[in-house]
């Protein structure tokens, strides 16, 4: 049998995530936690990190790193109250760098933060009653549902089904309120974990549940999805989707982006069964050895869908029916208000790379604060990294309005489909993994492609850009009609063909281009879309009718 990877031991050896973690947490002689224990702090939702903006000038003063700390809330669906929002701001500026960054997976990070005060956030936000648990590491992360409040009797259903699912894949480890919450101490063995047992899954693991016609969580780039099938203003039940997953590295074909098949139909109070059946099968046929093999697709690959679909049958004690029907038409966000079956309103605001931040021109850390303060619905953060002002009434839009207005809330909102829809990972200086610009460089590659449309009359043409400092996938640039994936600094790969509905990978079309590389690229294309395009027709459609790409893979 192959060896098993590092963290497999270090996981098994933990007693329920514990390690020396509170030891390293307390250690007053580094900024660092031991090795062991910075990989068992992602289960508790945290990455250590360094500023890598400083660290050459730290390595010259013969400093350690400038060790810091991102951590990741658990918030189901997205959803936080005012009172939340206000808790939240206030860490942030308290204990981290005072932004938040709102993540393609429906929630808030924090960056910066020191090791001494890991613990004090951690409190607060269980004053707030919210936590970390399992937003990292080899767990089922935060789960993530079409943000959208009740547009039809299914989408309140939907949010309690992704607040349930996130309860029901927890670890059932008291570790977390031993160590951040000065829980009482374990004496004895360590909880049992009847889904994950003691080496919890071999890769992290994620999962979501769309409402057609939005795609606003990219459901097949989940390993575990659940479409809503609404027939007659119910909920019947879910269509089952397995095996997405988008992270690749660069120059292996043996590790690629994947989009989740479509594996049949399940009534609505099974969902907890089949998806902790998946998780389970997950967990004893995954790849415990080879942490870049090791994702759910994979294990489907190598086994074939049948045998998976069979296992979890199996498993959850039930068969699948066929999948039913259902249709995508976008996996982006809509913008301005809109009004909920309840004859409440909510509007998304536009948050260009889920940064929200005090900048001179947008004061929007402090306009959100003013918000939180006088609103009395609540907010959800959407997978494409936007915040919704959600349950407003008709009496309170105004005030909302006036709080956008002074605190140029909506100054994102006037750019363009492109500006609107484009997503960026965090990337540098944090990501320890990034090998180019992402989130930084943004505004200025959407300022180079918008001048590009314009020379060819496109300003107002809908067109998806999603780029990524590294092929990890995190803003789903896989899935975007132009892709940017992070090769060196300023060097990107340039990848094209996606949809608009999240349901067509891109493909690789140029390696290795700088800023005037991909431009060039771009601009035959561009020019190209321009004069032969059919009426309505998107940028990556165009490329693959012209025949432009090869054979493209969709989903659904
Ligand atoms: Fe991600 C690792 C940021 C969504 C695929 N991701 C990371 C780390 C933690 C880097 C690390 O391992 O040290 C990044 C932290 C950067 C920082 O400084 O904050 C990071 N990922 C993010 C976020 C914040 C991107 C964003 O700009 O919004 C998203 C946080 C989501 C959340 O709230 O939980 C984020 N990451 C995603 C997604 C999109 C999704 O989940 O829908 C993907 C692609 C889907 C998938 O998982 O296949 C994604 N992240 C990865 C991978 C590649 C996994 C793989 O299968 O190979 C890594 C690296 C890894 O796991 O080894 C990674
Ligand atoms: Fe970091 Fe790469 Fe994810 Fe961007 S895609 S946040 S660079 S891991």
Redesign the pocket.
Known sequence: MAELAPIEKIKAASRGLRGTLADSVADPRTGALAEDDAQLLRLHGS?Q?DDRDLREERRLQKLEPLYRF?V?LRLPGGVCTPAQWLAIDEIARRYANGTL?L???Q?F?F?GIGKGDLKPTMAALNAALMDTIA??GDVN??VIASSAPVESPAHAEVAAWARRLSEHLLPKTRAYHEIWLDGEKLTGTPEVEPVYGQSFLPR?F?AAIAIPPANDV?IF?QDLGFIAIVEDGRLAGFNLTLGG???ATHGDPKTYPRLADVAGFLPAEALLAVAEAVVTVQRDHGDRSNRKHA?LKYTIDDRGLDWFVAEVERRAGLRLGPARPFAFTSNGDRYGWQRALDGRWHRTLRIPA?RVADQFDRPWMSGLREIARVHRGDFRIT?N?NAMIAGVADADREAIDELIARFRLDAAEHGGPLRRDALA??ALP????AMAEAERYLPQLLGRVETLLEAHDLAGAPLSLRITGCP?????PYLAEIGLIGKAPGRYNLHLGGDARGQRLNVLYRENVDEAGFLAELEPLVAAWAAERGPDERFGDFLWRSRRLGTPIAAG
């Open positions: 990455y990190q991102m990741r960054r993540t393609t997976r929630t990070q960056h937003t990292c992360r935060n992290k994620k990219d780039a997953g988008l992270g994702r889920g997978a990294q990972c965090v944090t990501c320890p993994l990890n996938g995190c803003a789903r």
